[in-house]
């Protein structure tokens, strides 16, 4: 049954950095899970509302879109859809299209991310048992290019949602050091650590057999926290501060700050940052430049490169009038590690109906890349499957936002944890 919702949206006073409203959100936003939920309201301190929140508020993770201080928070839960199997990105983006459609928008909505908002993140298979997920939040708190605002959604049966006013004086404090975020104690996963290896050996005696060109494996961790439910806004406050020119995200329990941007749809023009091909920083700025020279002329990084820019320019093409490929890459350094970095740009194609495609739509045509699956894809896929001895869930599936347009951003959920 499709929700009936009214969006409101206005203009809002936020901190500099929109990390710290997570800081300042204590009050409102639980620690997730069934457990964390059940906390009684007199053990949270802080408040955003000088008022009553608004429904659907109280105790609930933080749903987390966030580069460069900019982005969406959101909190709450209006509406939220489930989907598995091949189809799961076109049943998530014509759920979405009808929700918009039936909906009412009071307030601005000319801006990319404006008005109705839904969060995702969507399982790496077709044949995941992890269900993919649209969520609609109660309450968005953005700040995206050089605009902030906040947005309400309320049923068409309750009264419309109160629009908080920004508590000014509220300074929250510094994002926590590394050494005050959870512990947590590894265990093993699917596969021990000491029988990858022999794992990794299979994958290149297929490679070599000729079955593929490049397959991408990803061993399973678990860490189990030694303290309770884990809290994820410390860990998103010090990922967005550590970590700022990746995309912080927290949809469904699912957090984490990746570098690669899967795809942007905005205005008519079609975004994908290509990341394939990396070191390890080390040492002076001296010696990270001469590791960064190296990997630009390593050939073995640049023909994994080039691999993972050819699959986005082939998912691209049907959706494009032209697009825009460098012929050389760059190289993005990151705090830790540094990568061979294509940003692929095109203006999209209006189809028959004259719409332009949606970001859903560009999302899952693109997933999965030769950059977090392999090539050929299909056959990649495949092993990964026999091999890796776990289901990946939604990790290194896509994950982002949705706006009432179509317009979006969708990362790939690398460097990330899945909370139980």
């Not at 290019?145 to 929250?172: C, F, H, K, M, Y």
Request: hydrophobic share 45%; proline share 9%.
């Amino acid at each position: 049954m499709l929700p009936n919702l009214t969006f409101t949206t206005a203009a809002a006073d936020l901190p500099p950095r929109l990390a710290d409203v997570l800081g300042i959100l204590d009050g409102r936003a639980g620690t997730g899970g069934a457990q964390r939920r059940q906390a009684s309201t007199a053990e949270r301190s802080g408040r955003v509302f000088p008022g009553p929140a608004p429904n659907g508020i109280d105790g609930t993770e933080p749903l987390v879109w966030l580069r460069r201080g900019e982005g969406f928070i959101g909190l709450g839960e209006a509406a939220r859809l489930e989907a598995t199997g091949p189809r799961r990105f076109q049943v998530a983006e014509d759920w979405w299209r009808a929700v918009v459609s039936r909906g009412r928008i009071v307030g601005p909505a000319e801006q990319p991310g404006m008005g109705p908002l839904a969060f995702g993140a969507f399982a790496f298979s077709s044949t995941s048992s992890a269900p993919s997920v649209l969520v609609i939040p109660r309450l968005v708190v953005a700040r995206y290019r050089g605009r902030q605002w906040i947005t309400t959604a309320s049923n068409a049966d309750e009264p419309p949602a109160p629009l908080p006013t920004w508590v000014a004086d509220a300074v929250p404090p510094r994002p926590p050091p590394l050494a005050q975020l959870p512990a947590l104690h590894e265990q093993p996963g699917p596969v021990a650590a000491a029988e990858w290896p022999a794992v990794v050996r299979r994958a290149i005696a297929l490679i070599e057999a000729g079955n593929l060109e490049k397959v991408v494996l990803a061993r399973s961790v678990l860490g189990v926290s030694g303290n309770g439910p884990i809290d994820p806004r410390p860990v998103l406050r010090f990922l967005a501060d550590r970590y700022r020119d990746t995309w912080t995200f927290s949809v469904d329990g699912l957090i984490g700050a990746t570098p690669e941007l899967l795809v942007r749809s905005s205005r008519g023009l079609v975004t994908s940052r290509v990341l394939a091909g990396t070191i390890q920083r080390s040492g002076s700025d001296e010696a990270n430049l001469a590791r960064a020279a190296a990997l630009a002329r390593s050939s073995k990084d640049l023909e994994e490169h080039e691999f993972a820019v050819a699959s986005v320019v082939a998912a691209l093409e049907p959706f494009v009038e032209e697009l825009s490929v460098p012929e050389v890459p760059s190289v993005l350094h990151l705090p830790n590690v540094m990568h061979l970095a294509t940003e692929v740009v095109g203006e999209l194609k209006r189809a028959g109906s004259g719409r332009l495609p949606g970001a859903l739509s560009l999302a899952g045509a693109l997933h999965p890349s030769a950059a977090v699956c392999g090539t050929p894809v299909g056959a990649a896929a495949d092993v990964i499957g026999q091999l890796e001895g776990h289901d990946r869930g939604r990790y290194s599936g896509p994950v982002g936002w949705i706006d009432a347009n179509g317009a979006g951003e969708w990362g790939i959920a690398l460097r990330c944890a899945q909370l139980s």
